[in-house]
Structure formats: structure tokens, C-alpha cells
């Protein structure tokens, strides 16, 4: 659930894997946002410095075709984006279980995932499970513990719906914008290096449908790693991005960017 910045004076290439990635492809949008009153996470505008994105087994809603036509016939949603409807308090009633009983299931919930730790990582790191060392186990146990962590898992049920990668990335369809929105998407050239053996969803087929959003989103397969590709196997995800990177540098050169 890592992310990364990679700063090269006042550019930069973001990227991040799990939530982390779906934390860089949020930041990538805001970025992107430089309008006067922007819709953005933090409320302002952004640089416009990011000039690339990397995902890998990245969070985040993708829509299909058919999905996105059927929010765009949801009387409650219409074509408006999610942010056009957090920023504008459109979205319905927040209903939520009491806070005495979330705290509880998601203390017990913490409690019974720590002495899984080990076996679970391993799971995750199909490839290579020797990658899912003690050193990695301690600090995932030792995040668990914080006093915040708690908090963690009850925001999972108040937060409203997060915005689509149709929405982030300007996809073709789906989540269009209104007049006048100040929203930030990001255009520039994405690296999708999935693990394909992930064992959590559909890695693959999350992947291409990155791909179908728009042009410029490159899709690299990593053959039998799991959930994190990048610690599991990261001479593999390296040369991905290597590669990615090279390539969106000579297309800027032949085109004179």
C-alpha cells in the first residue's frame, strides 16, 4: 500500500501500489487541477508538474462501458462526477451502524487478522513468499498496533463512494463533467504493471480495463507475483518502468516535447 514521488526539479512521476496507488492517481488528478476554485482533496490547485503515473494492483472503482451507462440513467447520479457531488452536498443521507458497535467489530476484526499475519503475506507474495520475511510481518503487526489504526478501519464505512478511475484518468465514458467543473484529471502517460497471480481479485482483467479508458495507459502483466509486485518482485517491476519510462521519453522527443 505503498507511494511513491519521484521529483525531477519541478516535474514529477508518481505511483504507488493498493491504496497507495489509488492515493497517486488521486494526487496525479489534483495535480492537474489548476483552475481558480478547483474540486481537489485539499480544496486547492494543483502544479500540473505530474508528468507520469505508475499503478501497480492499484484501488480504485473502474467502470465499464455498461456501468457507466447505467450511473448515467441513475436519477441520483446523473453524469455528474462523485466530487461535482461531495463538493455540492448531493450525495444521499449518511447512515452509518452505531460508533460503540464499529469500534468494537473493528477492534476484534484487527485482533483476529494479527496472529494470521505471517500466513496471510505469504498468500499475497505467490511467487516469491521467502519476500514475506519477519522484518515485513513485524512492521505490519507494529502499524496494527498503533492507537489510530482502530480509526482506520471505521472510516472504511462513513467515507462516501471515492472517485472512479474514469473520473481521475478522463476516461471516454463515464463520469463526465458539467460547466464549469474545476475538477483535475490526469492526461499524461500511465504505467500499469499488475501482479497477475494476485490472489484478491481479478488482477488482469482490472488491468485491461485501465487500458480500455483512454490512450496512453501502458498495461505490463507481471507473471506470478501476488497482491504487491513491486517488494515481491521488484528487478521485474523495475525493468517495467524502465521501459515505460524510456518509451514516453522518446515519443516526447519525436514529437518535440
Known amino acids: 500500500m505503498k507511494r511513491i514521488v519521484l521529483a525531477t526539479?519541478?516535474?514529477?512521476?508518481t505511483g504507488g501500489n493498493s491504496i497507495g496507488g489509488y492515493t497517486a492517481l488521486a494526487l496525479?488528478?489534483?495535480?492537474?487541477?489548476?483552475?481558480?476554485?478547483?474540486?481537489?482533496a485539499a480544496g486547492v490547485g494543483g502544479t500540473g508538474a505530474c508528468r507520469g503515473l505508475v499503478l501497480m494492483n492499484s484501488a480504485g472503482k473502474v467502470l465499464s462501458r455498461e456501468e457507466a451507462a447505467e450511473e448515467a440513467?441513475?436519477?441520483?447520479?446523473?453524469?455528474?462526477?462523485?466530487?461535482h457531488r461531495t463538493a455540492n452536498n448531493l450525495l444521499?443521507?449518511?447512515?452509518?451502524?452505531?460508533?460503540?458497535?464499529?469500534?468494537?467489530?473493528?477492534?476484534?476484526?484487527l485482533a483476529g487478522l494479527r496472529p494470521a499475519i505471517p500466513r496471510l503475506t505469504k498468500w499475497l507474495y505467490p511467487r516469491f513468499?521467502?519476500?514475506?520475511?519477519?522484518?515485513?510481518?513485524?512492521?505490519?503487526?507494529?502499524?496494527?498496533?498503533d492507537q489510530g489504526a482502530v480509526n482506520v478501519m471505521i472510516s472504511g464505512s462513513k467515507l462516501p463512494a471515492p472517485r472512479t478511475a474514469n473520473e481521475l484518468l478522463g476516461g471516454g465514458?463515464?463520469?463526465?463533467?458539467?460547466?464549469g467543473d474545476e475538477e483535475g484529471e490526469f492526461e499524461g502517460p500511465v504505467l500499469v504493471a499488475n501482479g497477475i497471480a494476485d490472489p484478491l481479485n481479478d488482477s488482469r482483467g482490472r488491468m485491461e480495463?485501465?487500458?480500455?479508458?483512454?490512450?496512453g495507459i501502458k498495461e505490463v502483466p507481471i507473471e506470478g507475483a501476488g497482491h504487491c509486485p513491486h517488494d515481491e518482485a521488484p528487478a521485474l517491476v523495475a525493468e517495467a518502468i524502465s521501459d515505460w519510462w524510456s518509451e514516453v521519453n522518446r515519443e516526447a522527443v519525436e514529437v518535440g516535447v
Open 9 to 13: 526539479n519541478d516535474a514529477f512521476v
Open 28 to 40: 496525479a488528478a489534483d495535480d492537474s487541477a489548476t483552475g481558480l476554485s478547483p474540486t481537489t
Open 73 to 83: 440513467a441513475d436519477e441520483t447520479k446523473g453524469e455528474r462526477t462523485v466530487a
Open 92 to 109: 444521499p443521507p449518511f447512515k452509518s451502524s452505531s460508533p460503540l458497535l464499529l469500534k468494537t467489530f473493528s477492534l476484534a476484526l
Open 129 to 145: 513468499p521467502e519476500e514475506a520475511d519477519k522484518d515485513l510481518c513485524d512492521t505490519i503487526l507494529r502499524d496494527s498496533l
Open 173 to 179: 465514458f463515464g463520469n463526465h463533467r458539467l460547466p
Open 209 to 215: 480495463a485501465f487500458g480500455r479508458l483512454r490512450e
